[in-house]
């Protein structure tokens, strides 16, 4: 069973960067793809980043690219974050989603299990 943790949210200065974690204590970690989705007050949960089982094929939401990067550590466990010159519109809960399918999706419903998230408030 896949259950996710993130950990790593805060308050930062627009320009600063910080850096997300999510731990699955479950056993299938490395046969699923993970992604990072957020949702900011009043809006719809949308996609941020989201890699393969392998670690080789990232994708991101054209708003990140060039400034988030998503990796993992499937001996650990864990799929990471690293947000970099954020912006106030980066603002969010951020989530951590577990996918069985072997494509890397950008759609929610691809995801089957998720964090509780974790909130991340940048300041201008």
């Known amino acids: 069973q896949v259950q996710l943790v993130e950990s790593g949210g805060g308050l930062v200065q627009a320009g600063g960067s910080l850096r997300l974690s999510c731990a699955d204590s479950?056993?299938?970690?490395?046969?699923?793809?993970m992604g990072w989705f957020r949702q900011a007050p009043g809006k719809e949960r949308e996609f941020v980043a989201a890699?393969?089982?392998?670690?080789?094929?990232?994708r991101y939401a054209d708003s990140v690219k060039g400034r988030f990067t998503i990796t993992r550590d499937n001996a650990k466990n864990t799929v990471y974050l690293q947000m970099s010159s954020l912006k106030p519109e980066d603002t969010a809960i951020y989530y951590c989603a577990a996918s069985s399918d072997i494509n890397v999706r950008i759609g929610l419903g691809w995801y089957n299990a998720w964090g509780q998230g974790t909130q991340v408030t940048v300041s201008s």
């Open positions: 479950g056993h299938t970690f490395s046969r699923n793809t």
């Open positions: 890699l393969s089982r392998s670690g080789l094929t990232p």
